[in-house]
């Protein structure tokens, strides 16, 4: 079985949405540690979400 991209697409919306309350703590705290952490996790989760698209895509594509 392919694998659809979904799973990807869901640990992405996880991670920025855990990214966003580190760094809105951190702000909160002003602690700039906490806040480039969140930062960080919001870039891997916009990645993890690129890459459950490219491979919504590749499916797509085989279907063709």
């Known amino acids: ?6 799973s990807d697409k869901m640990k992405g919306a996880v ?3 855990k990214g966003e309350v580190k760094d ?4 909160a ?10 930062k960080l996790d ?3 989760g916009e990645v993890q979400k690129q890459v459950g698209n490219m491979k919504d ?3 797509n594509d085989d279907k063709w």
């Open 1 to 6: 079985m392919k694998d659809n991209g979904f």
């Open 15 to 17: 991670s920025k949405a």
């Open 24 to 27: 809105q703590v951190g702000n």
């Open 29 to 38: 705290s002003d602690d700039p540690m906490l806040q480039a952490e969140g």
């Open 42 to 44: 919001k870039m891997k």
């Open 57 to 59: 895509r590749a499916n």
